[in-house]
């Protein structure tokens, strides 16, 4: 059974011939030193006509955040009017900039318009609340109380705070001796729980997301092959060295490329030869720019509200250390996107878990159904399913033996001007050539062009140190 989003059956039938070189790499390499490249095969795809692609991301979410102030005082009747301020959204998406900037008169036709200036900043929840909505007011610091109001007028103010004009719906009854008149910017929250509307009333103002715009670049790879004429006839004992040299190659090809697509920095800049050189941007810088609080390591420094103490192997409260910093990590990445997850991860990390699961008992793994041949383990957790991939390139790493990377396959598009390929000598003349610049060799190259598109950032994230104890 296919899983991961990866189109088809699962698994070959006889004869089956893989539709592209990226597929013969899954087919040949299931569980090779490019198993991402080999995953995205059976992913979707689409062909670009520009080397800077751009798309759009959206998160649909509940409008929820910290409260500035408010003017409330405590114990108020229900109909007290007051206003609460909301502070600049802390999960504010990234504004667009221009996907390629003017770069010795090489220029890409997408262009992203900049706002204008009287238009309501990106940053604000202006944009997320209208009159009519209606607002949950927590304490952080006293759970049990909450106070129910109806939104009557939304101010956008110009340093991206947002001021709401309210009317409470219920009495301000202390709890504990808590009420609204103890709502601070340390303890102040607020929710969006629906909209109220009267009998007969006219449509209210519609609320519109808007999108993101983010882009990446294409970049080239190729991975060359030479041999001489008269080592193409040479009899050796290790077989056809020719056939030798192009499945190598097209394996260093799927394995550079397989850590561009990884660790990758997007770039452009002109080569020598006045040409536009370009970079494409891997997983990591993706996550890194567009999702930094989804980065966790283990002995370093992590989101707040994840735990992270002592050796990893250690308990507090009756929990293993690495244990609870798990539960944290996947709690987080699990608020967002499907209930099933990918981790490709060094042995590092796989040892941690292994691990845990010895010392405590309470990790179930098992080993999942083969899927076009690829070798996955299965972690059942509270909040989702992980499928976890050792990534043959980070077992030899010191650093990255103890790095995992979350993801969705099925949100990530392999984007291409040219996929993998192979540029030969045609025929005996043209392998030959003419005049005095001929050659007494066959040079030949595989050649690829194409970058990642990703999904939401949200639904991702970066584990370091997996399994290290923690100082």
Known sequence: MAVL????????VPNQRPLNWREAILKYYPNGMAPLTAILSKMGSSKVDDPSFNWWTQRMHSVHGPIASTTLTGGQVAGSIGTVTLPIRPDAPVPGQMPEELLGGVTSPNRVIPPRADRIRIDSYANSIRPGHQLLLLNSAMAPWSLNAKVTAVTPNSDGTTTLAIELLEA???YGGVNAGNLTAANGRFKIIGNINPEGGLMPDPISLDPVQVHNYTQIFRSPISITRTAMKTRTRTGDQYQKMKTEALEMHSHEMELAFIFGQKSIKMAPNGQPERTTCGILNFIREHAPNNIFDYTGVNPPDIPASGAWTGFTGGIANGQRWFDAVFEQIF???ASEKLILCGNGAVLAINQLAQIG????????EKTWGLQIMKWVTAFGDINFM??????????LRHMGIILEPKEIEYR??????FYGEGGKSASSGVGHMRRDAKDEEWLTEAGLQFGLPQKCGIL???????P
């Open 416 to 421: 291409y001007i040219d996929d993998t390929d």
């Open 5 to 12: 989003g990866m189109r088809g059956t699962g698994d070959w």
């Open 335 to 337: 608020r967002y996107g």
């Open 390 to 399: 050792t990534h043959p390139l980070f077992n030899d790493d010191p650093v």
């Open 361 to 368: 008992g309470s990790i179930n793994i098992a080993p999942r």
């Open 172 to 174: 301000d009854v202390s």
């Open 464 to 470: 370091y140190n997996i399994g290290k104890d923690r």
